[in-house]
Protein backbone atom coordinates (compact mmCIF):
# COMPACT_ATOMS: atom_id res chain seq x y z
CA UNK A 1 0.00 0.00 0.00
CA UNK A 2 1.24 3.69 -0.61
CA UNK A 3 1.39 6.10 1.85
CA UNK A 4 -1.64 8.17 2.25
CA UNK A 5 -1.91 11.81 1.12
CA UNK A 6 -1.52 14.44 3.30
CA UNK A 7 -4.78 16.03 4.34
CA UNK A 8 -3.88 20.03 5.07
CA UNK A 9 -4.34 20.93 8.10
CA UNK A 10 -7.22 23.30 8.84
CA UNK A 11 -6.27 27.41 8.89
CA UNK A 12 -7.68 28.80 12.32
CA UNK A 13 -9.89 31.68 11.06
CA UNK A 14 -8.81 34.81 12.57
CA UNK A 15 -11.62 36.64 14.03
CA UNK A 16 -11.16 39.88 15.83
CA UNK A 17 -13.28 40.19 19.28
CA UNK A 18 -16.36 41.65 19.91
CA UNK A 19 -17.64 45.50 18.87
CA UNK A 20 -18.60 45.65 22.48
CA UNK A 21 -15.48 45.01 24.09
CA UNK A 22 -12.48 47.24 24.74
CA UNK A 23 -10.02 44.85 22.68
CA UNK A 24 -13.15 44.41 19.91
CA UNK A 25 -12.80 48.14 19.88
CA UNK A 26 -9.22 49.17 19.73
CA UNK A 27 -8.77 46.19 17.33
CA UNK A 28 -10.67 47.93 14.90
CA UNK A 29 -9.39 51.30 15.40
CA UNK A 30 -6.13 50.07 14.76
CA UNK A 31 -7.00 47.75 11.34
CA UNK A 32 -8.44 51.24 10.43
CA UNK A 33 -5.90 53.79 10.99
CA UNK A 34 -2.43 52.13 10.01
CA UNK A 35 -1.45 51.31 6.52
CA UNK A 36 -2.26 47.86 5.40
CA UNK A 37 -0.04 45.46 3.36
CA UNK A 38 -1.34 46.82 0.22
CA UNK A 39 0.44 49.77 0.97
CA UNK A 40 3.49 48.02 -1.48
CA UNK A 41 6.82 49.49 -0.45
CA UNK A 42 5.44 51.40 2.22
CA UNK A 43 4.38 48.88 4.22
CA UNK A 44 6.36 47.73 7.22
CA UNK A 45 5.37 45.27 9.29
CA UNK A 46 7.62 45.86 12.22
CA UNK A 47 6.91 49.53 12.58
CA UNK A 48 3.34 48.88 11.64
CA UNK A 49 3.18 47.14 15.04
CA UNK A 50 5.30 49.71 17.20
CA UNK A 51 2.34 51.79 15.43
CA UNK A 52 -0.65 50.17 16.68
CA UNK A 53 1.12 49.98 20.22
CA UNK A 54 1.74 53.73 20.10
CA UNK A 55 -1.80 53.72 19.50
CA UNK A 56 -2.53 51.58 22.45
CA UNK A 57 -0.46 53.73 24.51
CA UNK A 58 -1.95 56.70 23.40
CA UNK A 59 -5.74 55.49 24.39
CA UNK A 60 -4.19 54.14 28.26
CA UNK A 61 -2.73 57.66 28.40
CA UNK A 62 -6.24 59.35 27.64
CA UNK A 63 -7.88 57.75 29.83
CA UNK A 64 -5.63 58.91 32.49
CA UNK A 65 -6.78 62.43 31.92
CA UNK A 66 -10.17 61.89 29.89
CA UNK A 67 -11.39 65.20 30.28
CA UNK A 68 -8.30 67.09 28.29
CA UNK A 69 -8.94 65.45 25.23
CA UNK A 70 -12.87 65.96 24.70
CA UNK A 71 -13.53 62.90 27.13
CA UNK A 72 -15.20 64.02 29.78
CA UNK A 73 -16.68 60.76 32.29
CA UNK A 74 -14.74 58.33 30.22
CA UNK A 75 -13.30 55.24 32.11
CA UNK A 76 -12.94 52.45 29.38
CA UNK A 77 -10.70 52.54 26.29
CA UNK A 78 -14.16 52.03 24.03
CA UNK A 79 -15.47 55.67 24.94
CA UNK A 80 -12.10 57.24 25.04
CA UNK A 81 -12.29 55.68 21.56
CA UNK A 82 -16.01 56.86 20.92
CA UNK A 83 -16.40 60.30 22.78
CA UNK A 84 -16.07 63.68 21.77
CA UNK A 85 -15.45 62.01 17.63
CA UNK A 86 -11.80 61.97 18.60
CA UNK A 87 -11.15 59.10 16.07
CA UNK A 88 -12.51 60.04 12.57
CA UNK A 89 -15.66 57.92 11.98
CA UNK A 90 -15.66 56.37 15.17
CA UNK A 91 -18.09 58.45 16.59
CA UNK A 92 -20.76 56.73 16.16
CA UNK A 93 -18.76 53.45 16.89
CA UNK A 94 -19.88 50.72 17.34
CA UNK A 95 -21.83 51.91 14.01
CA UNK A 96 -19.06 52.60 11.05
CA UNK A 97 -19.67 54.15 8.09
CA UNK A 98 -19.90 51.70 4.76
CA UNK A 99 -16.62 52.52 3.70
CA UNK A 100 -15.03 51.91 7.20
CA UNK A 101 -17.02 48.49 7.48
CA UNK A 102 -16.24 47.64 3.86
CA UNK A 103 -12.82 48.49 4.40
CA UNK A 104 -12.59 45.73 7.64
CA UNK A 105 -14.50 43.08 6.04
CA UNK A 106 -11.67 43.20 3.34
CA UNK A 107 -9.10 42.90 5.39
CA UNK A 108 -10.83 39.88 7.52
CA UNK A 109 -11.29 38.30 4.28
CA UNK A 110 -7.73 37.99 3.22
CA UNK A 111 -6.23 37.63 5.86
CA UNK A 112 -8.44 34.15 6.07
CA UNK A 113 -7.75 33.69 2.48
CA UNK A 114 -4.89 31.33 2.31
CA UNK A 115 -5.18 31.53 -1.54
CA UNK A 116 -4.59 35.31 -1.77
CA UNK A 117 -1.07 36.40 -2.40
CA UNK A 118 -1.38 38.63 0.41
CA UNK A 119 -2.87 36.45 2.59
CA UNK A 120 0.12 35.71 5.01
CA UNK A 121 0.87 39.66 5.63
CA UNK A 122 -2.80 40.35 5.66
CA UNK A 123 -2.75 37.92 8.25
CA UNK A 124 -0.26 39.12 10.61
CA UNK A 125 -0.98 43.21 10.03
CA UNK A 126 -4.96 41.56 11.90
CA UNK A 127 -2.81 39.52 14.38
CA UNK A 128 -0.64 42.23 15.31
CA UNK A 129 -4.07 44.61 15.89
CA UNK A 130 -5.37 42.26 18.12
CA UNK A 131 -1.81 41.48 19.85
CA UNK A 132 -1.63 45.42 20.47
CA UNK A 133 -5.36 45.54 21.38
CA UNK A 134 -5.08 42.68 24.03
CA UNK A 135 -1.49 42.82 25.34
CA UNK A 136 -1.93 43.60 29.32
CA UNK A 137 0.69 46.29 29.12
CA UNK A 138 2.21 48.03 26.06
CA UNK A 139 5.81 46.76 25.83
CA UNK A 140 8.64 49.27 26.04
CA UNK A 141 9.15 48.49 22.30
CA UNK A 142 6.61 51.35 21.71
CA UNK A 143 9.45 53.51 22.71
CA UNK A 144 7.02 56.96 23.91
CA UNK A 145 5.36 55.61 27.24
CA UNK A 146 3.85 59.93 27.06
CA UNK A 147 2.18 59.53 23.41
CA UNK A 148 -1.29 61.19 23.49
CA UNK A 149 -2.27 61.31 20.07
CA UNK A 150 -1.73 60.95 16.49
CA UNK A 151 -2.60 62.20 12.81
CA UNK A 152 -2.12 61.02 9.84
CA UNK A 153 0.94 62.39 8.23
CA UNK A 154 1.38 65.45 6.85
CA UNK A 155 -2.02 66.71 7.81
CA UNK A 156 -0.66 68.65 10.79
CA UNK A 157 -0.82 68.77 14.65
CA UNK A 158 -3.36 68.29 16.26
CA UNK A 159 -3.15 71.62 18.28
CA UNK A 160 -0.32 73.96 19.72
CA UNK A 161 -0.07 72.00 23.25
CA UNK A 162 1.44 69.44 21.31
CA UNK A 163 4.91 67.99 20.24
CA UNK A 164 5.75 65.49 17.13
CA UNK A 165 7.46 61.89 18.44
CA UNK A 166 7.67 60.48 15.49
CA UNK A 167 5.99 59.47 12.18
CA UNK A 168 5.40 55.28 11.39
CA UNK A 169 2.57 53.69 9.28
CA UNK A 170 1.16 56.51 7.91
CA UNK A 171 0.86 58.47 11.12
CA UNK A 172 2.67 61.36 13.13
CA UNK A 173 2.44 60.74 16.65
CA UNK A 174 2.74 63.67 19.51
CA UNK A 175 2.82 64.02 23.60
CA UNK A 176 1.51 66.76 25.25
CA UNK A 177 3.62 69.61 26.31
CA UNK A 178 3.40 69.78 29.73
CA UNK A 179 1.72 72.80 31.22
CA UNK A 180 3.97 74.37 33.71
CA UNK A 181 3.21 74.82 36.98
CA UNK A 182 1.73 78.22 38.40
CA UNK A 183 4.02 80.15 40.84
CA UNK A 184 2.54 80.57 43.81
CA UNK A 185 1.97 84.57 44.22
CA UNK A 186 4.54 84.40 46.67
CA UNK A 187 7.00 81.99 45.39
CA UNK A 188 9.87 85.28 44.70
CA UNK A 189 10.29 85.54 48.17
CA UNK A 190 10.14 81.51 49.13
CA UNK A 191 14.44 81.94 49.35
CA UNK A 192 13.77 84.63 52.45
CA UNK A 193 15.51 83.69 55.52
CA UNK A 194 13.55 83.67 58.57
CA UNK A 195 14.74 86.14 61.20
Known amino acids: MGTPPKTAKPQTRIVLASPSTNAGAMERLFLIEAYTPAYVGTYDASQNLIAMRLMRQTIENRLKSPGQYMARGATTEIEIIELGNQFAGFGTYPTLDPGMTLRLRDILTI ?85
Open 111 to 195: ANNPKHPMHAAFAQFVNDAITAATESTTPSVAKYPNVTAWRTKNSGSPGPSFHMLITLSGNTFYSTIPVPPMLHRDAKHSSRQTH
